[in-house]
C-alpha cells in the first residue's frame, strides 16, 4: 500500500454537495408551497410548520457548504507559489 503524498482534493465533492443541497432547498420549497396552498385545514399546521423547519435546515446547510468551498478554494490559491 503506497502512500499518496498529495493531498486530496475535496473540493469537487464540497461543490457537489453544495449544488445537492441547493437542489433539495428548492424540492423541499416547492413541498411547501404545495403544503401551504392545499393543506389550509389547522390540522395540517404541525406538517407545514416542519416542511418550513426542513426547509430552513437545509437552505442553512447549502449556504455552509458554500462557504466552505469559497474558503478550500481560498486557501488553494494562497498555498500556491
Request: glycine share 2%.
Amino acid at each position: 500500500m503506497a502512500n499518496d503524498p498529495r493531498p486530496r482534493d475535496h473540493t469537487d465533492a464540497a461543490k457537489d454537495v453544495a449544488r445537492d443541497l441547493t437542489d433539495i432547498a428548492h424540492h423541499v420549497s416547492s413541498l411547501k408551497g404545495e403544503a401551504n396552498a392545499y393543506l389550509r385545514d389547522p390540522n395540517y399546521g404541525t406538517l407545514r410548520l416542519r416542511l418550513e423547519n426542513a426547509h430552513a435546515a437545509v437552505k442553512a446547510a447549502a449556504v455552509e457548504a458554500r462557504r466552505r468551498v469559497r474558503m478550500n478554494e481560498k486557501d488553494e490559491r494562497s498555498s500556491r507559489p
